[in-house]
């Protein structure tokens, strides 16, 4: 038999070993051998003897976990199959980075001489069809299966947490997780950063998807664009440090390849201290409001055209995506308008409720097959029953998104008054008000039958930088973490202690590194 010394170049070594080749480290840590058996020998099972099994804290947490109390010492090549799965997938791609970096362990091809890690597509029995997926980690093999490719990028990162929390070196927990959503629709409300003069970091909003949402298993962003966007059809509307389409057209593709719905959010008739007052102050309905006027000539045409430059930023939904096939909603605002003058006997609900439908005619022209709004107006404008005799009016399937960040026991007022009207409810909640807020909202909401949870997070106002943006950007972590397991059946009361990390500190933590505002 051939020996080779080599000095750590764990690609050659694990290309030897392919080839029936015995290694040894010339620093004499640790022997790999070629044999099927002997590698298999190496993945013992056995309680590592130094130091104690991690603790380990799973975002989000999972359903079934069942652990054996032993570990297993990987060897430094384990081989790859992938059964339904890409081998350039995401979460392949982020778990053959995670054994490297934690572990010095590398991906190799399938080979009968190595202990396997299997990535396969597989409807599970008993467990949804979609994002479902089981996680062991044996003697034999480390092996995810997914109900669907969504199931399986998100048992990846799980494993990757698994691998990330393990110090001993090429030591890993033997296991088993079962695990699957509670809500379809689990998302993320974001506001691109609106201060002049400050370009938004590209690589942060990269970090956002790749790094937060992935920790989170979310899978849908809805991205508050409005002057953030530099459009070139209406160059008045974007401010000069906003994105360009086709870098908020990669951020699109980027969220899709790991299976997250990029939904637009332009914010329509109200808060329109910066599109409309910043390139149009005019058709406000005074210079303090903020507020347009709807019926304004000129200001129709502007939004379709906004509307068709988001059309096409934002592309198609992922395949298999909860939220739809094609292309994605958009979401409208209207929201908290203010005083609407009235003209020729209409109301202020009229005038709202023509403007919706309007709006909403031009965005199903362009390719948007549905609007979503903000709908405490309708309550507003109908307090008698809570806006249900407006609900009729409203354009075919809109989505509607009640929000409440309030720390509450009962959001029967919020969601009640839309239940069974024939309308998507994605209820909405924040992190950065109230920290219990998702967490009851969740499981009020999942009682209720609603198919989505929302994480709100407001982070346009204060500083830029990682450490005041946490707390807003914490919901990211706890609209996944509550929209993924709403644990319905519980009291309402804080929800959040029986987390077992800090969500800001976790934010903190995920985005080390980067910053906010492109300091070019």
Not at 109 to 125: C, F, G, N, R, Y
Not at 153 to 174: E, N, S
Not at 342 to 364: C, N
């Amino acid at each position: 038999p051939l020996s080779i010394i080599h000095n750590g170049c764990l690609p050659l070594l694990g290309l030897l070993q392919g080839h029936g080749l015995y290694c040894r480290c010339s620093t004499g840590v640790h022997e790999e051998t070629s044999s099927r058996a002997e590698n298999l020998k190496s993945m013992t099972g056995q309680s590592p003897s130094s130091g104690e099994l991690p603790s380990l804290v799973l975002t989000p947490n999972p359903k079934q976990f069942k652990a054996s109390g032993k570990a297993l010492r990987l060897p430094i090549t384990l081989a790859l199959t992938c059964r339904g799965v890409a081998p350039d997938s995401p979460g392949l791609r982020d778990l053959s980075a995670a054994l490297r970096s934690s572990h010095g362990v590398v991906l190799l091809p399938a080979s009968p001489a190595l202990p396997t890690v299997i990535l396969e597509v597989k409807q599970l029995s008993g467990l949804p069809k979609r994002e479902a997926y089981r996680l062991s980690i044996t003697p034999q093999e480390l092996r995810i299966t997914g109900s669907d490719a969504a199931g399986v990028y998100f048992g990846a990162q799980t494993l990757c947490q698994i691998l990330r929390q393990c110090p001993a070196p090429r030591q890993v927990p033997t296991l088993e997780i079962t695990d699957w959503p509670d809500f379809p629709i689990r998302a993320a409300h974001l506001t691109l950063f609106r201060y002049e003069n400050q370009r938004p970091s590209l690589p942060f909003w990269e970090g956002l998807i790749e790094r937060v949402a992935a920790a989170g298993k979310l899978n849908t962003l809805i991205i508050q664009v409005d002057w953030m966007m530099a459009y070139r059809s209406r160059p008045e509307l974007g401010q000069t440090t906003a994105f360009l389409p086709e870098e908020l057209a990669w951020l699109c593709a980027l969220g899709k390849s790991r299976h997250i719905a990029m939904v637009p959010h332009l914010q329509c008739l109200s808060h329109q201290y910066f599109l409309v007052r910043k390139g149009h102050p005019d058709w406000l309905v005074h210079p303090e409001s903020e507020t347009y006027r709807p019926e304004t000539p000129g200001l129709r045409a502007t939004l379709r055209d906004a509307m068709a430059e988001l059309y096409t930023v934002f592309g198609r939904l992922p395949e298999g995506s909860p939220v739809g096939t094609g292309s994605p909603p958009i979401h409208l605002g209207f929201d908290e308008v203010g005083s609407l003058p009235t003209r020729a006997g209409l109301s202020e609900s009229e005038i709202y409720l023509r403007h919706l439908q309007e709006l909403a005619s031009d965005a199903r022209k362009i390719g948007f097959p549905q609007v979503g709004i903000w709908p405490d107006m309708l309550a507003r404008y109908e307090p008698a029953t809570q806006g249900r005799k407006l609900l009729g009016r409203l354009p075919k399937g809109t989505l509607l998104f009640p929000w409440d960040y309030k720390d509450r026991n009962d959001f029967s007022t919020l969601l009640q008054p839309l239940v069974g009207q024939g309308f998507p409810i994605w209820p909405t909640g924040s992190a950065k008000y109230q920290r219990d807020n998702l967490g009851k909202l969740a499981r009020h909401a999942r009682r209720l039958g609603a198919d989505a949870l929302v994480g709100s997070c407001w982070n346009s106002w204060a500083p830029m930088l990682v450490d005041t943006v946490a707390r807003p950007l914490s919901g990211l972590l706890l609209a996944g973490e509550f929209g993924w397991s709403a644990d319905a059946d519980k009291p309402l009361s804080a929800p959040l202690r029986s987390l077992a990390y800090d969500p800001m500190a976790r934010v903190r933590e995920l985005l080390t590194g980067l910053s906010p505002i492109d300091p070019g």
